[in-house]
């Protein structure tokens, strides 16, 4: 073919049109995570059924009391160690919990029920609390751990306060189970969770995080980039699925204890204890962005403490299902919404502060009642104490939410008992009846009440090289700018030739 043959018209200039569009899009995503989630087509799936799942909660904690219960009746003793939280009774039990700790993967209930974490995969304990690297982490380190890329259960031989100096960003398969050790996270970040999958954080302080950001931070043993400055979030969860955060406590943070937004879904936030903050938690981006239509949410078991303001949570879009929650005292409110969210209230205790402008457990934002009187808003078995009140709404919800009340809601009076344990268990805990860290087939050692190390450092990371592949943020650019070059015109001359 000549030159001459290649005629100008419609054909032409509509490829040029397309090629100007690809080179903008591989612009975009080169420098704007959101630019990346707007055009990502693989957002997390979400149920199917969520009433199925909501109705699954309630048999399973229905199930765990009345075992409870017949254990106290026929053995005449109230000192059981089952309380009738499905997920403690799931493994707090085995006395040798210390020694079976994957069993933690099976015990989650509710929308993060799928959270694997480093189920199958081997231990890793954690030796250095230092965090001077973001880069390059050592090995032993905890960033080291979170970001390889093998399933890994994680562990904490000591007690260990991290102070962070950028986000902690976790690859995908990990559990972070602080059981038998007092573990602190705070600092830079802190938590960040982003287009990744099945994480389990069990019994963790996480509190005093603030901004970092405007530096390189590694996210997986072949790539570090360019981090923007971020929000302060205790635990940030973007664009991620299968994720179950239990027994923390978290407070003091300089934006939220717990985001999650961009198509998140498959979350249960359980067993926490929250206090000392203004906004506590956000579910969804913006009432506009529509993948988080597909965010699945269950909150349950958590005590909402002392000194807390608003957003718990704060829903935007998705199906958020709160259930046997303490709820002790908020400043404005305690759940919120835009954005036409579900909201399904069950089993909770709602204590009201004194200001009597502030009774209302709920609140619309910025949204006029002729917008919101069709969202699904439901109370079932909610207590409501010092003149707390919960405004519901949705036509037909009766009859919508059928399905997920055909097995009813255990009542909010037993809410003491199954909220008891909340937050950090053992040392360190508000309830010290864990012990040290012990270990054993699944963690080599012994455990005992000194302080003493007792650990194999055989476990403390691998000796996997850290590539700085495209790492840097102009190389990088750099190497779009060569990509786009060669899109439009190196490979539009050889099909010319």
């Not at 995080?209 to 590694?218: D, F, H, I, M």
Request: with cysteine.
């Amino acid at each position: 073919m000549e030159v001459s043959d290649v005629k100008p018209g419609l054909g032409s200039g509509n490829w040029e049109l397309d090629r100007n569009y690809i080179v903008i899009f591989f612009l975009l995503i080169s420098f704007s995570p959101l630019a990346i989630a707007t055009f990502n087509l693989t957002f997390p799936t979400p149920h199917p059924n969520p009433d199925e799942v909501v109705q699954d909660v309630q048999r399973r904690v229905n199930a765990s009391i009345s075992r409870r219960q017949t254990l106290q009746i026929s053995q005449k003793d109230e000192s059981t160690c089952l309380t009738g939280n499905p997920i403690d009774d799931c493994w707090k039990c085995d006395p040798d919990w210390p020694n079976n700790r994957q069993r933690l993967a099976d015990c989650a209930i509710g929308f993060g029920q799928y959270a694997l974490g480093g189920k199958g995969g081997e231990y890793y304990i954690v030796t250095d609390s230092s965090d001077d690297d973001a880069v390059t982490p050592k090995p032993g380190t905890l960033r080291y751990a979170v970001i390889q890329p093998e399933p890994l259960w994680i562990v904490f031989p000591s007690n260990m306060l991290i102070k962070l100096k950028q986000e902690l960003i976790f690859n995908s398969y990990k559990t972070l189970d602080g059981r038998g050790a007092n573990v602190h996270i705070m600092g830079g970040g802190c938590i960040t969770l982003q287009y990744i999958s099945n994480v389990i954080i069990h019994n963790i302080h996480i509190h005093h995080c603030v901004q970092s950001g405007e530096a390189n931070v590694r996210s997986s043993p072949t790539h570090y980039g360019w981090r923007t400055e971020s929000d302060g979030d205790g635990i940030s969860i973007f664009g991620s699925k299968d994720i179950w955060i239990d027994h923390c406590s978290l407070s003091h943070c300089k934006d939220g204890l717990i985001d999650a937004v961009m198509g998140s879904t498959g979350i249960t936030v359980s067993n926490n204890f929250f206090s000392h903050h203004n906004e506590v938690m956000l579910l969804g981006h913006s009432d506009d962005y529509k993948p988080d239509s597909g965010m699945q949410v269950t909150i349950a078991f958590n005590h909402f403490g002392e000194k807390l303001v608003q957003r718990m949570p704060r829903c935007r879009r998705g199906y958020i299902h709160v259930v046997n929650n303490d709820f002790t005292q908020w400043e404005m409110y305690a759940i919120g919404g835009s954005g036409n969210p579900t909201i399904n209230s069950q089993g909770n205790r709602y204590t009201a502060p004194s200001n009597p402008n502030a009774k209302e457990v709920t609140k619309r934002v910025e949204t006029g009642k002729g917008d919101w009187k069709d969202w699904n808003w439901r109370s079932e078995g909610d207590i409501m104490v010092n003149g707390a009140f919960f405004v519901a709404s949705g036509e037909g919800v009766e009859v919508k939410y059928e399905k997920a009340y055909s097995v009813e809601p255990k009542s909010a009076v037993l809410i003491d008992q199954l909220i008891m344990h909340s937050g950090v268990l053992g040392v360190g805990g508000r309830d010290n009846n864990l012990g040290k860290w012990s270990s054993g087939a699944n963690g080599g050692g012994s455990g005992g009440d000194n302080d003493e190390d007792d650990y194999s450092d055989e476990m403390s990371g691998s000796n996997m090289p850290l590539s700085t592949s495209f790492s840097n943020p102009t190389l990088f650019s750099l190497f779009i700018a060569m990509a786009s070059f060669l899109l439009l015109y190196i490979i539009p001359l050889s099909s010319i030739l």
